[in-house]
């Protein structure tokens, strides 16, 4: 068979098979070719042989016990694997209870209420003076460590 | 809300009765997938079970854009392409390619897979294509897919379907042709 035959074959066996599968769109004429050509007759005698196993092939059913299969290892997994969701939730609250837990803890045993004012004061036991007392007080990041001085009517 | 999305986000979720839902729509067409494609019961059986699990695993992937029976059939596709793989890694006699005529176990046989002479010769032939084309027919031939629902399926153009199926096609003949003539060969005389 020489290349050019061998091509027209080709092309009308993908005809032949696509027109069984009723999608040939083209609409070509393969009449000519079948004439002439024993081997694509061939083949599309071969292909029409096959439809009787093709539709006992297309009645297989699952097992009847599959379903009950697929559902005990979905169950093994839900156990052993909670949501996602439900990992994330109870992460965040027992990090949210710890968090709030130490800063209670650290606040009624570590620190006495005023200890912001005693820390920042201790930090200037050399220099402290009246004048530097009054410098210091007048600093915004030392008011903001002890607080803003209140004004004597409001003690 | 569009039925298949609601069951794809009720699987993601893991709700009650989802999965269910979706092996009695889906679940006769993904086991006789995997039958045709792997060529074993025990094998359809397991492929089907692994399967129904990674629906709800892949559930939150489904975008809506192909139906959700196509999105399965996708799946299913890859996984038995995945197993046909592992196996011919592990052993590459079990499964023989359809080059391999004179290796192949025509005759051997394929316990509940075809009730009749013409279903069982089928399934031989079926499982003598390579795994590409043995997938384009059983999509075709088993499953009824138009070119376009196969395109989506295994995600080719529908003119590579169609081509595909009729290299396919042109593949099981010849090896129908092959099996027939050495059926009704003569039995080498007696000396």
């Known amino acids: 068979m020489n290349p050019l ?16 599968d009723g999608e040939l769109t083209n609409g070509r ?19 029409s ?57 650290l606040d009624r045993n570590v620190s006495p209420p005023d200890s912001r004012a005693h820390w920042a004061e201790s930090l200037t036991p050399i220099t402290r003076t009246p004048e530097t007392s009054a410098l210091f007080a007048s600093l915004p990041e030392y008011q903001l460590l002890v607080g803003f001085p209140r004004k004597e009517n409001e003690r | 809300m569009d039925p298949d999305r609601s069951l794809a986000l009720k699987l993601r979720d893991g709700e009650p009765g989802a999965l269910e839902n979706a092996y009695q729509l889906h679940g006769s067409r993904v086991y006789r997938l995997c039958l045709r494609i792997l060529g074993r019961t025990s094998d359809a059986e397991d492929a089907a079970q692994d399967i129904f699990l990674k629906l709800m ?11 959700l029976s196509t999105w399965i059939h996708r ?33 051997s046989p394929i316990e509940g897979l075809a009730r009749t002479e013409a279903g069982e010769r089928l399934q031989r032939l079926l499982l ?3 795994p590409e084309h043995r997938v384009v027919i059983v999509l075709r031939e088993i499953e009824e897919l138009s070119y376009e629902e196969i395109a989506q399926t295994l995600e080719i153009p529908p003119g590579t379907v169609m081509s595909r199926l009729a290299r396919a096609r042109e593949r099981l003949v010849l090896l129908a042709g092959a099996r ?3 059926s009704t060969k003569p039995a080498p005389a007696m000396p």
């Open chain 1, 5 to 20: 035959d061998e091509l027209e074959c080709r092309e009308t066996r993908a005809a032949l098979s696509a027109r069984l």
């Open chain 1, 49 to 105: 042989s096959f439809s009787a196993g093709w539709v006992e092939l297309r009645g297989s059913a699952p097992p009847a016990t599959l379903w009950s299969r697929i559902q005990a290892r979905s169950d093994a997994r839900t156990v052993r694997r909670p949501p996602k969701l439900a990992w994330r939730l109870a992460a965040g609250l027992v990090g949210f209870a710890g968090v709030g837990g130490a800063g209670w803890w």
């Open chain 2, 128 to 130: 003598r294509l390579s």
């Open chain 2, 75 to 107: 799946i299913t596709v890859n996984h038995c392409l995945n197993q046909l793989e592992k196996e011919r890694l592990r052993d590459t006699a079990a499964l023989p390619h359809d080059d391999d005529l004179a290796g192949a176990p025509a005759d």
């Open chain 1, 29 to 47: 004429d393969l009449s000519i070719h079948l004439v002439h050509c024993g081997s694509c007759r061939d083949f599309e005698v071969s292909l």
């Open chain 2, 180 to 182: 027939d003539s050495r």
């Open chain 2, 57 to 67: 695993e892949r559930a939150a992937s489904f975008d809506g854009r192909a139906r």
